[in-house]
T-cell receptor, first 115, second 113 residues
Framework: ETGVTQSPTHLIKTRGQQVTLRCSSQ?????VSWYQQALGQGPQFIFQ???????GRGNFPPRFSGLQFPNYSSELNVNALELDDSALYLC??????????????FGPGTRLLVL | AQSVTQLGSHVSVSEGALVLLRCNYS??????LFWYVQYPNQGLQLLLK??????LVKGINGFEAEFKKSETSFHLTKPSAHMSDAAEYFC???????????FGTGTSLTVIP
């Protein structure tokens, strides 16, 4: 069984640029959540996708957007990058059937540095 | 709204000593509680979770946690620390009225030989 994978592992961008991060969910999982983890902090929820639709959003501006594809893989797009966007971005997948008690399985993350 | 407080951003214990990592939560509805561990340059791995039923939950690697509703706590313990336990530990809460995890700020565990 393949776990959650993310690409790229590291990325360096400059302020104002746009970035796309990718996530492949674990086999059999149809729900994907994205988190931002700043240095020394806990993960902060960005949004969740279920069956290709956004299914909840945290306190992040609209320049953070996402997609989920029919194979349940997902993208996180960030426009107009700011220095504070530098963080580890984590993707987590889960099977929807279990609901809120269901475990989320995390990928290794993409570390983004904005200069 | 839900929130999590982890007391002690850094905890050091000797190898073989008791590990106690504290977590208090705030939730207006019954919570689901999780502990995750993060090793350097890796994602989060589930240690254990409380959903319903028995309030003492056993997880992987010898860790356990007890849900105490009256104290709104979910502290993580391990009787005997091992060098391999050195990592960052995160407590998280979720409820059936929402679909996101609320994480604490984490506790970095150092194990001294």
């Amino acid at each position: 069984e393949t776990g959650v994978t993310q690409s790229p592992t590291h990325l360096i961008k400059t302020r104002g640029q746009q970035v796309t991060l990718r996530c492949s969910s674990q086999s059999g999982h149809n729900t994907v959540s994205w988190y931002q983890q700043a240095l020394g902090q806990g993960p902060q929820f960005i949004f969740q996708y279920y069956r290709e639709e956004e299914n909840g959003r945290g306190n992040f501006p609209p320049r953070f957007s996402g997609l989920q594809f029919p194979n349940y893989s997902s993208e996180l797009n960030v426009n107009a990058l700011e220095l504070d966007d530098s963080a580890l971005y984590l993707c987590a997948s889960s099977p929807r059937a279990g609901g809120p008690a269901e475990t989320q399985y995390f990928g290794p993350g993409t570390r983004l540095l904005v200069l | 709204a839900q929130s999590v407080t982890q007391l002690g951003s850094h905890v050091s214990v000797s190898e073989g000593a008791l590990v106690l990592l504290r977590c208090n939560y705030s939730s207006s509805v019954p919570p689901y509680l999780f502990w995750y561990v993060q090793y350097p340059n890796q994602g989060l791995q589930l240690l254990l979770k409380y959903t319903t039923g028995a309030t003492l939950v056993k997880g992987i690697n010898g860790f356990e946690a007890e849900f105490k509703k009256s104290e709104t706590s979910f502290h993580l313990t391990k009787p005997s620390a091992h060098m391999s336990d050195a990592a960052e530990y995160f407590c998280a809460v979720r409820t059936n009225t929402g679909n996101q995890f609320y994480f604490g700020t984490g506790t970095s565990l150092t194990v001294i030989p």
